[in-house]
């Protein structure tokens, strides 16, 4: 599987626009234009009956013709025109690929693919080069005639798109205005598929009005789950705990505001968030302990005993970690999983509010306050506890700050900067007690595995060695706790709370 970063801008042109106007302008400006072969290029865009795929900026096609023909799977990525382009080879199949399909799975959620358009699109492509004949951008003039397979409406446009290929920010930039300037103006819709199926581009993060920001944010979360599941599914770096972080600060949100709710429609809601939170805690908790007894062996690999541990441990610890990592993926492509994210789906769109209407950001301020509450409370007990009871209840305001670090991000669009602070403030504590916590844990199963070494006396030391750097780094870390909880409840980060 084919994969690039697609960076393009679409612009509309009317019928006497050509784009042999711009040579000599691009000329001035050091830069080459070539034409290149022309093109009929026939795409089938598959997508559900609802256009699930078109309505998250996602796109599946089977395109023949040109010299990329195949099948084109395009993701949201980072910035504005930005898109993951995955490609698989043509075939004479028209069914579409299993690996693409499954990646589809958190955004179809259980819903059908059918070819729901074609395109015909003839183009004629320019390749702009520097003085150095590195090809910077291609500019692709198109005709386009768009059927509906639902209705059979058939529609017509040009348009140009330019698309990036190495480094070409300021060249980019002026082509553009180039382009206004001889009356191309920017398309309002993000891909062909979405004109032509009269598709709204999705709201950008925050973009609804303040009285509805619960509303926007749980929108915004179903979507971040649905990118990390295409990323977990591929084994991306760092895949499982971005999933993760998205399930949190879903459920996070629904627990903080959940006095704002109406409780009868969340409880189901929560118990199969909760069952998803299970599988992916033991995936990636598996991951955390597997690193951190590499670093640790890293770290202490002058010690002559740990050598008689090392791969006993590691190998233990990868096994457990790949055997969680299965039955993860088990849970992502089980119906289950697919019909707890609809259902999450249909709540983010039209959340039950218990006023019968969407709450006033002072509530949503009010629900953000009573976390922090609630963390100082579990503080207080920590502090006041020895062993299992203070990791307890440290365990406990960890959880309980993540909640104001995700409820402050709920409230960024009414005050950013003072949003902001607060989050930044309650993420070191959540940081410095998540290192406490990995700590303990892998202490806890260093001496656990000492007992087991049982009359091997070298083995019993190497595991003593390494529960003691552990206990060493949460001692250092119940030192940086109180700095940063310090910070995290000075009033001044609070004020905007009460406004």
Known sequence: ???????????????????????????????????????????????????????????LRRRVGGTDEGWHLKLPAGGPGERIELRVPLSAD?????ELARLLTAYLRGARLRPVLTLDTDRQATLISGKDGVALLEVAEDRVVAERLGDHAVRAWREVEVERLGDAGGIARKLERLLEDAGARPSASVSKAARALDVAPPKAAGSRGRRDLLAARLEELVATLAQQDVRARQRAPDAIHDLRVALRRT?????????????????????????????????RDAEVLAARARDDLAALSSEAHLGLIDTELLGTLEAEASTARIRLEEVLD????????????????????????????????????????????????????????????????RKRAKRVRYGA????????????????????????????HDAAVARARYRGEALRAGQRAGHAFAYGVLAERERAAMADAAERFHVAWAKAIDRKRRRFLAS
């Open 409 to 436: 991000e709920t409230l960024a669009p009414l005050a950013p900067k003072a949003a902001a602070r607060l989050a930044t403030a309650f993420t070191a504590v959540q940081d410095v007690l998540g290192e406490r």
């Open 251 to 283: 459920r996070s949100a629904l627990r903080t505001f959940s006095p704002l709710l109406d409780k009868p429609s969340l409880v189901a809601l929560r118990v199969e968030l909760g069952w998803l939170n299970e599988a992916l805690g033991a995936a």
């Open 1 to 59: 599987m084919e994969r690039h970063l697609e960076q393009e801008h679409k612009f509309d042109v009317q019928e006497g626009f050509a784009f042999t106007d711009l040579r000599p302008p691009l000329a001035r400006l050091g830069v080459h234009a070539e034409p290149a072969q022309r093109a009929t290029l026939r795409a089938t865009y598959f997508d559900s009956p609802d256009l699930r795929l078109l309505r998250a900026n996602v796109t």
């Open 94 to 98: 028209t069914v579409v690929p299993p």
């Open 334 to 397: 089980s119906p289950r999983y697919c019909e707890t994210l609809e259902a999450l789906a249909r709540f983010a769109t039209t959340p039950r509010y218990r006023s019968g209407r969407s709450p006033s950001p002072r509530l949503l301020r009010r629900c953000v306050a009573k976390e922090i509450e609630r963390v100082g409370a579990q503080v207080r007990s920590a502090l006041a506890s020895d062993g299992p009871d203070a990791e307890t209840a440290f365990h406990e305001a």
